[in-house]
């Protein structure tokens, strides 16, 4: 115990004072360093001061770093942008080069001696501080590294573009003919190997590819797995997952394999082409999974009309269908016109038109561009908007204050500050002489001025009349104009469908009759402006014709009536639906039921809610589920699902419990709910996936691709699939 006490005493008689030093910033911004009790043993004289390691510091004087020692001496004046840590009695210390941007790497003893001076621009150290990766540029775009020691001896020359390691132990270089070579740690080579790409060595293993893809090697140069993976993750310090790549394939929509390919990342690019990825470029295949030779881009865009945009360097080119580079990636900007094939290309200020063939038509001298459909191009020259045609020349002599892009060959342009519209050869359709102008259509444009509005006929250059409001009514043939606060019809080249006298009017009804509004009266109108029932006091709201019966409301109550105002049926209901095959919904003490023109009740208000009935189905729900029943009120299928969606195949899609299926527009169940999506597609086939796979339906439901892919992909008239295998799980020892 004695011992103990004494050794201790010992020790921390001889532990210096300066031990527990510690860096402290003074009022006058400066640092020194401090005791325990915060007196300053050595004085605030730095701009920055670091922790003592190892008995020295670092500290800043005038920008540059330097070292001192326990006692504030300079071991090291300062002269250094950087001194890195100390490690093993060595840092790595860096200057910045005159012009700013560029680092130069050397190394600095402990002692002050500079053990070789700043010239490497890439320099990191093993964690002994023996070997150094260092690395100096040949020009912009090409680094050389290598290996050197504390003696700035080349272990391994720098004459390689890539340096990988294991922990320092063992070294791999990538030459200027991408292969590898390994190095011991005292530069001896121990193989050769043609991998594409190595990673660091992490425990002793490191992951390379091949042009067949990833596997694992050893320091030794043998493989712990062959190259023919899509990708490898490590799990743990020696198991790893290994990812096969996915089975991709195109097949029509019978399942026939048009091709299979291994390459990543397919993508359906339009013209029966298929982009591909590979070491980080982009590629093309044809439509029999050939690749087109010589394509080798960062990026290549969908086709259209026969011509792409692709990208390499951040600057773009042109590609056609065949291949071949129509105008070389050399450019800041390009703009296809899908129509006329014209190329718009833009390099530094400088802007040409050129044809699908490669060749340069014409230069613009203009300051910006604008490519428009079938050609044209709206140009601007300091403050002035011109129309040029197809060949780079003028379509007119006026200079505009502005040109808006082409709708339907017309746009709105200005001039003086007023508004009117022209046509692709600049001839003015609308007069200039409006405060600002909306296209409608291809035949129709409101002038706005003086806060007064009036509807234009393009074509005909005259003014219909004034109006307030114009707006879409019931689809792209017809809209709802304002005129003195009443309302009308117009169709879509501007003639008069229902005069502008009513409140107001709704959309048309299922024979083509719009119900309007005056004042008190309502009545309905037909498409062609005809009066089919006349306006009438006394209802309080009413639905269209259908099946030539009104539903009106009268004291709250609903009923309908015929032509002639007879009523047919007694306003009794709290609300009903238009007739549809023969049946009309009522509600009656909150449940819904359906009766006939005779007013008999075919079937008993029992629902919750009903839809009208389509090909002698109605799908209805009862207790919060949905089904459908036929025109007795028998279910067709049970009231059991959780919502219904319609298709516009008038198909639904059922579900339950969030698993989706298919029901037939007469009410038939074809898919039971067992599906996560099902997903109609434009030419009626179905998209569905079930329990993570994807497969295709056609209209009647058949399966024509396998519900088996990972992905599926429309791509013209076939589709991209592919299967991802399950991971392989593999331990190392």
């Given at each position: 115990?004695?011992?103990?006490?004494?050794?201790?005493?010992?020790?921390?008689?001889?532990?210096?004072?300066?031990?527990?030093?510690?860096?402290?910033?003074?009022?006058?911004?400066?640092?020194?360093?401090?005791?325990?009790?915060?007196?300053?043993?050595?004085?605030?004289?730095?701009?920055?001061?670091?922790?003592?390691?190892?008995?020295?510091a670092?500290?800043?004087?005038?920008?540059?770093?330097?070292?001192?020692?326990?006692?504030?001496?300079?071991?090291?004046?300062?002269?250094?942008?950087?001194?890195?840590?100390?490690?093993n009695g060595?840092?790595?210390?860096?200057?910045?080069?005159?012009?700013?941007?560029?680092?130069?790497?050397?190394?600095?003893?402990?002692?002050?001696?500079?053990?070789?001076?700043?010239?490497?621009?890439?320099?990191?150290?093993d964690?002994?501080?023996?070997?150094?990766?260092?690395?100096?540029r040949?020009?912009?775009q090409?680094?050389?590294f290598?290996?050197?020691?504390?003696k700035?001896t080349?272990?391994?020359?720098?004459?390689?573009?890539?340096?990988?390691?294991?922990?320092?132990?063992?070294?791999?270089?990538?030459?200027?003919?991408?292969e590898?070579?390994?190095?011991?740690?005292?530069?001896?080579?121990?193989f050769?190997?043609?991998?594409?790409?190595?990673s660091?060595?992490?425990?002793?293993?490191?992951?390379?590819?091949?042009?067949?893809?990833?596997?694992?090697?050893?320091?030794?140069?043998?493989?712990?797995?062959?190259?023919?993976?899509?990708?490898?993750?490590?799990?743990?310090?020696?198991?790893?997952?290994?990812?096969?790549?996915?089975?991709?394939?195109?097949i029509?929509?019978?399942?026939?394999?048009?091709f299979?390919?291994?390459l990543?990342?397919?993508?359906?690019?339009?013209?029966?082409?298929?982009?591909?990825?590979?070491?980080?470029?982009s590629?093309?295949?044809?439509?029999?999974?050939k690749?087109?030779?010589?394509?080798?881009?960062?990026e290549?865009?969908?086709?259209?009309?026969?011509?792409?945009?692709?990208?390499n360097?951040?600057?773009?080119?042109?590609?056609?269908?065949?291949?071949?580079?129509?105008?070389?990636?050399?450019?800041?900007?390009?703009a296809?016109?899908?129509?006329s094939?014209?190329?718009?290309?833009?390099?530094?200020?400088?802007?040409q038109?050129?044809?699908?063939?490669?060749k340069?038509?014409t230069?613009i001298?203009?300051?910006?561009?604008?490519?428009q459909?079938?050609?044209?191009?709206?140009?601007?020259?300091?403050?002035?908007?011109?129309?040029?045609?197809?060949?780079?020349?003028?379509?007119?002599?006026?200079?505009?204050?502005?040109?808006?892009?082409?709708?339907?060959?017309?746009?709105i342009a200005?001039?003086?500050?007023?508004?009117?519209?022209?046509?692709?050869?600049?001839?003015?359709?609308?007069?200039?002489?409006?405060d600002?102008?909306?296209?409608?259509n291809?035949?129709?444009?409101?002038g706005?001025?003086?806060?007064?509005?009036?509807?234009?006929s393009?074509?005909?250059?005259?003014?219909?009349?004034?109006?307030?409001?114009?707006?879409?009514?019931?689809?792209?043939?017809?809209?709802?104009?304002?005129?003195?606060?009443?309302?009308g019809?117009?169709s879509?080249t501007?003639?008069?469908?229902?005069?502008?006298?009513?409140?107001?009017?709704?959309?048309?009804?299922?024979?083509?009759?719009?119900?309007?509004?005056?004042?008190?009266k309502?009545?309905?109108?037909s498409?062609?402006g005809?009066?089919?029932?006349?306006l009438?006091?006394?209802f309080?709201?009413?639905?269209?014709l259908?099946?030539?019966?009104?539903?009106?409301?009268?004291?709250?109550?609903?009923?309908?009536?015929?032509?002639?105002?007879?009523?047919?049926?007694?306003?009794?209901?709290?609300?009903?639906?238009?007739f549809?095959?023969?049946?009309?919904?009522?509600?009656?003490?909150?449940?819904?039921?359906?009766?006939?023109?005779?007013?008999e009740?075919?079937?008993?208000?029992?629902?919750?809610?009903?839809?009208?009935?389509?090909?002698?189905?109605?799908?209805?729900?009862?207790?919060?589920?949905w089904?459908?029943i036929?025109?007795?009120?028998?279910?067709l299928l049970?009231?059991?699902?959780?919502?219904?969606?319609?298709?516009?195949?008038?198909?639904?899609?059922?579900?339950?419990?969030?698993?989706?299926?298919?029901?037939?527009?007469?009410?038939?169940?074809?898919?039971h709910?067992s599906s996560?999506?099902?997903?109609e597609l434009?030419n009626?086939?179905?998209?569905?996936?079930?329990?993570?796979?994807?497969?295709?339906?056609n209209?009647?439901?058949?399966?024509?691709?396998?519900?088996?892919?990972?992905?599926?992909?429309?791509a013209?008239?076939?589709?991209l699939v592919s299967?991802?295998?399950?991971?392989?799980?593999?331990?190392l020892?």
């Amino acid at each position: 115990m004695n011992f103990i006490s004494l050794f201790f005493l010992g020790f921390f008689s001889f532990t210096p004072i300066y031990a527990a030093l510690q860096p402290k910033q003074a009022p006058s911004g400066l640092f020194g360093y401090a005791d325990e009790k915060g007196k300053f043993i050595i004085e605030p004289v730095f701009e920055k001061a670091l922790p003592f390691e190892n008995k020295v510091a670092r500290v800043v004087q005038k920008n540059r770093w330097g070292v001192i020692d326990e006692k504030g001496k300079f071991i090291f004046k300062p002269q250094f942008a950087d001194i890195q840590n100390f490690n093993n009695g060595t840092a790595i210390v860096a200057n910045e080069l005159t012009g700013g941007g560029n680092w130069m790497y050397g190394l600095l003893e402990n002692t002050g001696k500079i053990l070789f001076s700043p010239q490497y621009q890439y320099m990191t150290a093993d964690y002994q501080h023996q070997l150094f990766i260092a690395g100096n540029r040949l020009d912009a775009q090409n680094v050389r590294f290598g290996v050197i020691n504390r003696k700035n001896t080349a272990v391994i020359p720098l004459r390689f573009k890539e340096i990988r390691h294991t922990r320092y132990r063992t070294f791999a270089g990538k030459d200027d003919k991408n292969e590898w070579y390994f190095f011991d740690t005292e530069g001896k080579n121990v193989f050769r190997s043609k991998t594409q790409v190595i990673s660091d060595f992490d425990e002793n293993l490191a992951f390379v590819k091949t042009s067949s893809g990833w596997g694992i090697m050893l320091p030794n140069g043998k493989f712990a797995t062959d190259t023919v993976f899509q990708k490898i993750k490590t799990i743990s310090a020696n198991r790893f997952d290994l990812f096969a790549f996915p089975q991709t394939q195109v097949i029509d929509n019978q399942n026939k394999t048009i091709f299979k390919t291994r390459l990543a990342d397919i993508t359906y690019l339009g013209e029966n082409l298929f982009r591909f990825s590979e070491d980080g470029k982009s590629g093309l295949l044809d439509l029999k999974g050939k690749q087109i030779p010589k394509i080798a881009f960062d990026e290549i865009n969908h086709f259209k009309n026969g011509l792409a945009v692709v990208k390499n360097a951040g600057l773009y080119g042109v590609l056609n269908t065949k291949g071949k580079t129509i105008f070389p990636a050399k450019y800041n900007l390009i703009a296809i016109d899908s129509i006329s094939g014209l190329v718009l290309l833009q390099q530094s200020k400088r802007w040409q038109v050129g044809d699908r063939t490669g060749k340069v038509l014409t230069e613009i001298p203009y300051e910006e561009i604008r490519l428009q459909p079938y050609g044209m191009m709206i140009v601007r020259r300091g403050k002035q908007w011109f129309l040029l045609d197809r060949q780079g020349k003028p379509a007119g002599a006026i200079a505009y204050q502005n040109i808006q892009n082409f709708e339907n060959q017309h746009a709105i342009a200005r001039l003086q500050n007023l508004a009117g519209v022209i046509d692709t050869k600049a001839k003015w359709l609308i007069e200039p002489i409006y405060d600002s102008i909306r296209l409608i259509n291809s035949h129709l444009a409101v002038g706005f001025s003086e806060k007064k509005s009036v509807l234009l006929s393009i074509l005909s250059k005259k003014i219909a009349y004034k109006i307030e409001k114009i707006e879409s009514f019931s689809g792209e043939n017809f809209y709802k104009v304002t005129v003195s606060g009443k309302k009308g019809i117009i169709s879509k080249t501007g003639q008069n469908v229902i005069a502008t006298e009513y409140d107001e009017l709704q959309i048309f009804g299922k024979d083509s009759i719009c119900t309007v509004w005056q004042g008190d009266k309502k009545g309905l109108i037909s498409l062609k402006g005809t009066t089919v029932f006349p306006l009438t006091i006394g209802f309080e709201d009413m639905q269209t014709l259908q099946e030539e019966r009104i539903a009106v409301k009268i004291n709250g109550k609903w009923g309908f009536i015929d032509l002639n105002a007879g009523l047919r049926i007694a306003h009794r209901y709290e609300a009903v639906q238009p007739f549809s095959e023969g049946l009309a919904a009522f509600k009656l003490k909150s449940k819904w039921g359906f009766l006939n023109l005779k007013e008999e009740i075919v079937i008993q208000p029992q629902f919750e809610a009903v839809c009208d009935f389509e090909k002698n189905r109605a799908c209805v729900r009862k207790s919060g589920k949905w089904g459908f029943i036929d025109k007795n009120g028998k279910l067709l299928l049970p009231t059991q699902f959780d919502k219904l969606t319609l298709l516009p195949s008038c198909k639904f899609i059922s579900e339950i419990n969030g698993k989706k299926g298919l029901i037939s527009p007469e009410g038939r169940e074809m898919l039971h709910p067992s599906s996560e999506e099902i997903r109609e597609l434009p030419n009626g086939n179905l998209l569905i996936k079930r329990n993570g796979k994807i497969g295709l339906l056609n209209a009647k439901g058949n399966e024509t691709i396998p519900v088996m892919y990972d992905l599926l992909t429309l791509a013209g008239n076939y589709c991209l699939v592919s299967v991802q295998p399950p991971p392989m799980s593999i331990t190392l020892k």
